[in-house]
């Protein structure tokens, strides 16, 4: 059964990893189904909340042509102290299995916060991520499940022993009504503080835990990889994957 969520932030439920593959829109590349999760990279997974494919997804985006901005981000844990070099996350569109093909992302944003007793505190990074692989599967009504993963521009460079936060937001135009959702992660992988959510357009200003707006507990889906043998300063990601050839 598919519901929609309170303050038309985006739902999913049931999507069969079965579905038909099709080939990704131009320029963001195409990764290959798998039925299994295997790590994205070749370097060493830090931090992963995998996704609940029959769970549900909520807005993250920012939305151009209707300027619907929302900014929703979920916490981790630093263990080591590695620098973070990339991400793979999983996503849902609403109504574009209705109106026609996905809609196209123009870019992510991604947003590393220092923890402020269990929200979101201050902002420690921020870059505009333009290339990433995406594979997607249609959900054969309104929905469509979404897989990315991405080298990060600029390593986070973060500290041992301390609790961070992430956001991942897509920047698009609202093409037919689409939106776009982070998906839920599994309930055995939830760690920590919910994900929390603030959003002007939706009248919700400060960072707010989304059990208050949606009813129940929700924590977001993704996987963290991190450098394990030199902490860089400040470098593009294609200067650390040379360092492994």
Not at 15 to 42: C, F, H, R, Y
Not at 118 to 146: I, N
Not at 181 to 193: I, K
Request: glycine share 6%; hydrophobic share 40%.
């Amino acid at each position: 059964m598919r519901v929609a969520i309170a303050v038309a932030l985006v739902a999913v439920a049931s999507l069969a990893l079965a579905a038909e593959t099709i080939t990704s829109p131009a320029g963001v590349g195409n990764a290959p189904q798998e039925t299994e999760w295997q790590p994205a990279k070749e370097v060493v997974v830090k931090w992963s909340q995998l996704p609940d494919l029959e769970g549900n997804a909520v807005s993250s985006e920012w939305c151009d042509d209707i300027a619907l901005i929302t900014d929703m981000a979920d916490d981790f844990y630093c263990e080591d102290g590695n620098p973070i070099v990339a991400l793979e996350w999983w996503a849902t569109e609403y109504n574009c299995g209705t109106y026609g093909p996905p809609i196209p992302i123009d870019y992510f944003i991604v947003r590393f916060y220092a923890d402020a007793g269990g929200s979101p505190g201050g902002l420690l990074y921020e870059e505009q991520v333009d290339t990433w692989t995406e594979e997607y599967t249609a959900g054969g009504d309104m929905y469509s499940e979404f897989h990315y993963s991405a080298d990060l521009p600029v390593a986070f460079l973060q500290q041992a022993a301390n609790t961070y936060w992430l956001q991942i937001q897509a920047h698009h135009t609202r093409t037919d009504y689409c939106q776009w959702g982070w998906h839920q992660c599994l309930a055995d992988q939830q760690w920590g503080a919910e994900a929390h959510l603030k959003s002007d357009y939706f009248s919700v200003p400060d960072w707010t835990a989304l059990s208050i707006l949606i009813g129940y507990h929700f924590e977001a889906s993704f996987v963290i990889y991190a450098d394990v043998t030199s902490p860089v300063a400040e470098g593009s990601w294609t200067t650390i994957k040379a360092m492994y050839r």
